[in-house]
């Protein structure tokens, strides 16, 4: 079945610092792929999303592109601010009548 | 309102106790899930609803919970007998018919058991 991996955290950056959260994923065919965030004391929010090969999706500086080759959906920020410290899901669903399956979530905390 | 609701916001329970936590998922979301979210811990499936079909059950840490949803609408999570681990955050999510959409998630119910 579908599964998903993301890198252990957590991740402390200082603040301007470029962040990758690594995601990879097992399903067979084209699952859509998504980054739901979790700030603190909040509920889960979708972040970005990509729905075939080689789409990028991008959100308030963040980015992810899909790669179908290397099954990958890394999370990339140029420079990350202090707001941004929260915990990071990486999610995929293979169909519509598939259940959404959830990455481990990586905690991010930016430091000023 | 447009989002998933979820009552109640916070629960306390004695442990021994019953509680039935609700969700109202977004009209016309076919998909409707439910989690469990430890205090700094990631999410824990417990059940999924879609459509019509029979629910996947999969998640459930026990026979002491049990959900049920009427048509595509409201979902009730039941726990039967609480006990201290499973005091938690309980986050119920809809998902609309396409697998390009996104999955909207409640506020949760954090649930104490005393």
């Known amino acids: 079945g579908n599964s998903v991996t993301q890198m252990e955290g957590p991740v402390t950056l200082s603040e301007e610092a470029f962040l990758t959260i690594n995601c990879t994923y097992t399903?067979?065919?084209?699952?859509?792929l998504f980054w739901y965030v979790q700030y603190p004391g909040e509920g889960l929010q979708l972040l970005l999303k990509a729905t075939k090969a080689d789409d990028k999706g991008s959100n308030k500086g963040f980015e992810a592109t899909y790669r179908k080759e290397t099954t990958s959906f890394h999370l990339e920020k140029g420079s990350v601010q202090v707001s941004d410290s929260a915990v990071y899901f990486c999610a995929t669903l293979k169909t519509s009548y598939d259940k959404v399956i959830f990455g481990p979530g990586t905690s991010l905390s930016v430091i000023p | 309102g447009a989002g998933v609701s979820q009552s109640p916001s916070n629960k306390v329970t004695e442990k021994g106790k019953d509680v039935e936590l609700r969700c109202d998922p977004i009209s016309g979301h076919t998909a409707l899930y439910w989690y469990r979210q430890r205090l700094g811990q990631g999410l824990e499936f417990l059940i999924y609803f879609q459509g019509n079909s029979a629910p996947d059950k999969s998640g459930l840490p026990s026979d002491r919970f049990s959900a049920e949803r009427t048509g595509e609408s409201v979902s009730t999570l039941t726990i039967q007998r609480t006990q201290q681990e499973d005091s938690a955050v309980y986050l119920c999510a809809s998902r609309g018919q396409l697998s390009y959409n996104e999955q909207f998630f409640g506020p949760g119910t954090r649930l104490t058991v005393l």
């Open positions: 399903a067979t065919g084209y699952p859509s």
